[in-house]
């Protein structure tokens, strides 16, 4: 099974003098099947961090390196720890698309996240869990649906709209003015 499997947790201890590329290489050396350094630097966005010991990259690229490792075996199905922890905007979408990719790709992706707008873009199904217990599953719109019936859109005051017309719009349930100094 694990030549199958690959597992991203959410903080992570590499070999510190390893480079990116000489870690990958090494693990890959641990599976019959496996991706090209070359190719998991380029699709995570470490490919400029190729020759870079791993004591010297960032949070978000640890997080992003922890999960090309997680990947170098071409695994059917992956276990992917809060693995958009600490990434900036950019990083986070681009890891958005390489999840989406396995999804694509036929792959059985486990994410856990705290991210609702993360499950929602890339999970077919979600577990609210609390203390290890499961709370609610199903899609993700669902689960909106089901446990979110209002939902709040703040915008500036414009002299040119008054309450009274928002309050006319459909769906809407109210309208709250607060004033800001």
């Known amino acids: 099974i694990k030549q199958k499997i690959g597992v991203a947790l959410q903080t992570t201890d590499l070999m510190p003098m390893l480079t990116c590329y000489e870690l990958l290489e090494l693990f890959g050396t641990f599976y019959e099947v496996r991706q090209s350094p070359e190719s998991l ?3 995570l966005g470490l490919g400029e961090k190729r020759n870079a010991r791993s004591k010297t990259l960032s949070g978000g690229q640890k997080q992003r390196l922890s999960v090309a490792l997680a990947l170098v ?3 059917e199905l ?3 720890d809060e693995p958009t922890t600490g990434l900036d ?4 979408r681009s890891l958005w698309e390489v999840v989406q990719t396995m999804k694509n790709d036929g792959k059985t992706v486990f994410l856990t996240t705290h991210y609702m707008d ?5 999970c077919d199904r979600v577990a609210i869990m609390d203390h290890g217990k499961i709370m609610a599953i199903d899609s993700p719109q669902a689960l909106i649906a089901n446990q979110f019936s209002e939902r709040a859109i703040t915008v500036q005051k414009s ?3 008054s309450a009274e017309q928002f309050e006319n719009l459909p769906n809407v349930a109210r309208v709250v003015s607060e004033e800001n100094d």
């Open 41 to 43: 630097l380029e699709k």
């Open 73 to 75: 075996n071409n695994p």
């Open 78 to 80: 992956v276990f992917l």
């Open 89 to 92: 905007p950019q990083a986070r």
């Open 118 to 122: 993360e499950a929602e873009q890339l």
């Open 159 to 161: 002299a040119a709209y």
